[in-house]
């Protein structure tokens, strides 16, 4: 059945698969987006949704979008500290905490059927298992405590009012409209020009996820209502790919001869031997499982590149290069 929804976040990675997905699936699709939002990941579905331009730190219009759009199902994906160039603590607090809070209380104003959140694996910190969701939170940088605090926040209002609220703890989502300063984008862009990028140690591992099935969990966690009030789901596969499989899979897909220059770039104080997801609760309540190895989702990927002539210049791919 056909849903009037609303996306935050649109115009990032995630976020903008999410929103394909939706239309995909029939729905009636609105977008909230930042004033000065970059446009390059909506440009070709502009013409399917309906955009507004609302900054969430702006209580009293966002309020009054939500009581026009009146959205069943809301998607909040929109924040700030995920990559290494956005250090403004106060910008994340204002994006990922408060501005979380006035989307909910908005949603809470007009009612809604269901909410979902996007958490980050980072709110759990460093750990050397899989943490469950009801394991305690050792967030290890400012964006990790912002999300953790939205996380709880969430969860708390889920908890008060009895209402169809669910923050998803996202691991290493990759693929379509994946910013292209991160690895999987990197390693294709140097890949379909025979060459590899600097690299940190072969060790460093994460819990690669590919795009498509994480947008699938999203539209599982709203649409199955039997789920407890505030609920949290981890986001990932349950497989630790190495950097050093990850880079063969490159050179495997994409025919690259270079040899991986090994420390050839700095740690960074995320860089991790273990990081992986314990997806147990989210499979057994969502009945969710990813559908990509990581293998299939790389090669996935690369075909989207090649395929989508307008993420060339984002990615740095030349059009002689592309197949």
Same mark, same amino acid.
């Given at each position: 059945?056909?849903?009037?929804?609303?996306?935050?976040?649109?115009?990032?990675?995630?976020? $903008?698969? =999410?929103?394909?997905?939706?239309?995909?699936?029939?729905?009636?699709?609105?977008?909230?987006?930042?004033?000065?939002?970059? @446009?390059?990941?909506?440009?070709?579905?502009?013409?399917?949704?309906?955009?507004?331009?609302?900054?969430?730190?702006?209580?009293?219009?966002?309020?009054?979008?939500?009581?026009?759009?009146? @959205?069943?199902?809301?998607?909040?994906? $929109?924040?700030?500290?995920?990559?290494?160039?956005?250090?403004?603590?106060?910008?994340?607090?204002?994006?990922?905490?408060?501005?979380?809070?006035?989307?909910?209380? &908005?949603?809470?104003?007009?009612?809604?059927?269901?909410?979902?959140?996007?958490?980050?694996?980072?709110?759990?910190?460093?750990?050397?298992? @899989? @943490?469950?969701?009801?394991?305690?939170?050792?967030?290890?940088?400012?964006?990790?405590?912002?999300? $953790?605090?939205?996380?709880?926040?969430?969860?708390?209002?889920?908890?008060?009012?009895?209402?169809?609220?669910?923050?998803?703890?996202?691991?290493?989502?990759?693929?379509?409209?994946?910013?292209?300063?991160?690895?999987?984008?990197?390693?294709?862009?140097?890949?379909?020009?025979?060459?590899? +990028? /600097?690299?940190?140690? +072969?060790?460093?591992?994460?819990?690669?996820?590919?795009?498509?099935?994480?947008?699938?969990?999203?539209?599982?966690?709203?649409?199955?209502?039997?789920?407890? +009030?505030?609920?949290?789901?981890?986001?990932?596969?349950?497989?630790?790919?190495?950097?050093?499989?990850?880079?063969?899979? &490159?050179?495997? =897909?994409?025919?690259?001869?270079?040899?991986?220059?090994?420390?050839?770039?700095?740690?960074?104080?995320?860089?991790?031997?273990?990081?992986? $997801?314990?997806?147990?609760?989210?499979?057994?309540?969502?009945?969710?499982? /990813?559908?990509?190895?990581?293998?299939?989702?790389?090669?996935?990927?690369?075909?989207?590149?090649?395929?989508?002539?307008?993420?060339? +210049?984002?990615?740095?791919?030349?059009?002689?290069?592309?197949?």
């Amino acid at each position: 059945m056909s849903k009037r929804v609303l996306v935050t976040g649109s115009t990032g990675f995630v976020g $903008a698969n =999410v929103a394909r997905r939706l239309i995909a699936d029939g729905h009636e699709v609105n977008l909230l987006v930042r004033p000065g939002y970059q @446009p390059w990941r909506i440009g070709d579905i502009r013409h399917t949704v309906r955009l507004h331009e609302v900054d969430l730190q702006d209580d009293a219009q966002l309020s009054r979008v939500v009581r026009q759009v009146r @959205p069943e199902w809301f998607f909040h994906l $929109a924040a700030h500290g995920a990559y290494p160039s956005q250090t403004n603590l106060q910008e994340m607090v204002r994006t990922n905490l408060v501005g979380t809070i006035n989307l909910l209380k &908005a949603g809470l104003g007009a009612g809604f059927e269901a909410f979902v959140n996007a958490g980050s694996s980072s709110e759990y910190g460093l750990k050397d298992h @899989p @943490p469950s969701e009801t394991e305690w939170l050792e967030p290890n940088s400012d964006y990790a405590v912002t999300k $953790a605090a939205a996380t709880h926040y969430c969860s708390y209002v889920g908890r008060r009012d009895g209402v169809h609220v669910v923050t998803l703890r996202l691991y290493s989502a990759y693929g379509p409209f994946e910013e292209p300063s991160r690895l999987m984008p990197t390693l294709v862009s140097h890949g379909l020009r025979g060459t590899l +990028p /600097p690299l940190v140690t +072969p060790n460093i591992a994460r819990d690669y996820v590919y795009v498509s099935d994480v947008a699938d969990a999203f539209v599982r966690a709203a649409a199955q209502l039997n789920q407890p +009030p505030g609920a949290v789901y981890n986001v990932g596969t349950g497989v630790q790919t190495y950097l050093w499989q990850a880079v063969e899979t &490159a050179r495997t =897909v994409l025919g690259i001869r270079a040899e991986p220059a090994w420390g050839s770039m700095p740690h960074r104080q995320w860089d991790t031997t273990t990081w992986i $997801a314990d997806r147990r609760t989210i499979t057994e309540a969502l009945d969710w499982t /990813p559908r990509y190895t990581f293998e299939d989702g790389f090669r996935q990927f690369v075909r989207w590149v090649q395929d989508t002539p307008f993420c060339w +210049p984002q990615y740095g791919v030349a059009r002689d290069r592309a197949r």
